[in-house]
């Protein structure tokens, strides 16, 4: 419609509606057409020239002011964290169910804890979506990607772990060093005053959510329970079975191991060690209610387990990217035991 106008002699053009709003040709070209990158007062400003100019008639302003659908993309990592499955089953069911009303949604797997292939994703599906939802690995080419996109005028939104980036429009999840903190002092206070050792498993410090929560651990064992010694941290790639073989090779090399605290995802494989080697005396803390932990809470081979709702997270990713000046609260930590299992 649009490009036929502007090709007829003696008609306005999309030249006549820029000069008159005192814009480039190329804001009028994504005004009318729909495309990002352009702020809401350009937008108006850009439609009421070309109304003006009658460029556009009620029928066409109509089509354009009418509000249409997000199209949102969730990039979350591959592999076998259970969680993160059950969350990719979350989003597959609300793309089965959504309606004409509802968001437009897709949600894809990429490679896991590889910074040059969540980048290149992020990149690609820019070229589709007015808003992305991710779990963010801290790496610069991921900030590189981030910055170039959030130009384009998509929404940025991180989730689980964030990027701390100023091109983000938003974080959802917890606050991950006070959920830290909160694993180190239910751990310092169930090993009861025995002295010995302690230890962290995680996916990767490439995830901020897995740093920041070990410092808050560090920093709560150091001033409230400096008789327990930390052991290194092990990189588990929250994957069941590296998990597993991290757990036996601590509980060979620290006889005195009395806790664990896994701060990624893939418990079952930790659960299983324990379980194999009869150490139920070890307090072991974990992430993400899903079969493996509900099963592993049930047995007696886990503690406790700090748990966010598939739904709640991703309605809230949704939300952030639909009303991006809201400002959006870290969500509420929810710690399950054997006894409260919903």
């Not at 190329?26 to 007062?41: F, L, M, P, S, Y």
């Not at 964030?162 to 239910?186: F, I, K, M, P, Q």
């Not at 901020?208 to 064992?221: D, N, P, T, V, Y």
Request: glycine letters at 10%.
């Amino acid at each position: 419609m649009c490009s036929e106008r502007t090709s007829l002699p003696g008609r306005v053009q999309m030249v006549d509606v820029a000069a008159r709003a005192g814009v480039s040709l190329a804001t009028v070209d994504r005004v009318i057409n729909r495309r990002k990158g352009v702020k809401e007062r350009t937008r108006l400003q850009v439609l009421d020239a070309a109304v003006a100019l009658g460029f556009l008639g009620s029928a066409d302003l109509r089509a354009l002011t009418t509000s249409q659908q997000p199209k949102i993309v969730f990039l979350l990592p591959a592999g076998t964290n259970p969680y993160l499955r059950d969350l990719g089953e979350h989003l597959r069911e609300r793309v089965a169910a959504q309606e004409e009303s509802s968001p437009r949604i897709r949600c894809f797997f990429i490679e896991g804890f590889n910074a040059a292939a969540l980048a290149e994703a992020i990149r690609r599906n820019a070229v589709w979506a007015d808003g992305i939802a991710f779990f963010a690995i801290d790496h610069p080419e991921v900030r590189e990607a981030v910055a170039e996109v959030a130009l384009k005028g998509v929404k940025l939104v991180t989730i689980v772990s964030d990027l701390g980036h100023a091109d983000c429009d938003a974080y959802v999840g917890h606050e991950n060093r006070s959920v830290g903190r909160t694993a180190g002092l239910l751990i310092g206070r169930f090993v009861n005053g025995r002295e010995g050792t302690v230890a962290l498993v995680a996916g990767s410090r490439h995830y901020r959510a897995h740093s920041e929560r070990e410092a808050g651990f560090l920093s709560i064992q150091e001033e409230l329970f400096p008789h327990l010694r930390l052991v290194g941290m092990r990189e588990g790639h929250d994957d069941s079975g590296q998990n597993y073989r991290h757990t036996i090779a601590l509980l060979d090399q620290n006889p005195d191991l009395l806790g664990i605290y896994n701060v990624g995802g893939s418990s079952g494989g930790i659960a299983r060690a324990l379980t194999e080697r009869a150490r139920q005396d070890i307090v072991f803390i974990g992430h993400g209610l899903t079969r493996d932990t509900r099963n592993a809470l049930v047995e007696g081979a886990m503690d406790a387990v700090f748990n966010t709702d598939p739904g709640t997270l991703i309605d809230r990713a949704i939300d952030a990217i639909q009303k991006p000046d809201r400002p959006v609260a870290p969500m509420k930590l929810e710690i399950i035991f054997r006894e409260n299992l919903p």
